[in-house]
Nanobody, 125 residues
Framework: QVQLVESGGKLVQAGGSLRLSCAAS????????MAWFRQAPGKGREFVAG????????NYTDSVKGRFTISRDNAKNTVYLQMNSLKPEDTAVYYC???WGKGYSSASPREYDYWGQGTQVTVSS
């Protein structure tokens, strides 16, 4: 059974930092692009950051560029999202996603085959 399990979300003050982790099990995702999405209350799911299968190519939505960093450790089957200088508008449930067999990430949720259950990030002002 394939599973993506996120962790690391919590309540943090504006300006603070968090590191989210996404651990995959059930199969190796070393050959697959991975991404983080988020969904705030009353809003649609938004692409945050993506990383290619080998980790050499990354892309970000404009609102997080310079503050968030996505990385991966294929030996551990884990993807990370380092979030710095957090703002209240970053408050959302953050989801990890895997695009099985695709080398490069996409901003479209439809390109992803596997999803985690989400982890809540709340940034207080």
């Amino acid at each position: 059974q394939v599973q993506l399990v996120e962790s690391g979300g919590k309540l943090v003050q504006a300006g603070g930092s968090l590191r989210l982790s996404c651990a995959a099990s059930g199969r190796s995702f070393g050959g697959s692009a991975m991404a983080w999405f988020r969904q705030a209350p009353g809003k649609g799911r938004e692409f945050v950051a993506g990383i290619s299968w080998a980790g050499f190519t990354t892309n970000y939505t404009d609102s997080v560029k310079g503050r968030f960093t996505i990385s991966r450790d294929n030996a551990k089957n884990t993807v990370y999202l380092q979030m710095n200088s957090l703002k209240p508008e970053d408050t959302a449930v953050y989801y990890c996603a895997a695009a099985w067999g695709k080398g490069y990430s996409s901003a479209s949720p439809r390109e992803y085959d596997y999803w985690g259950q989400g982890t809540q990030v709340t940034v207080s002002s």
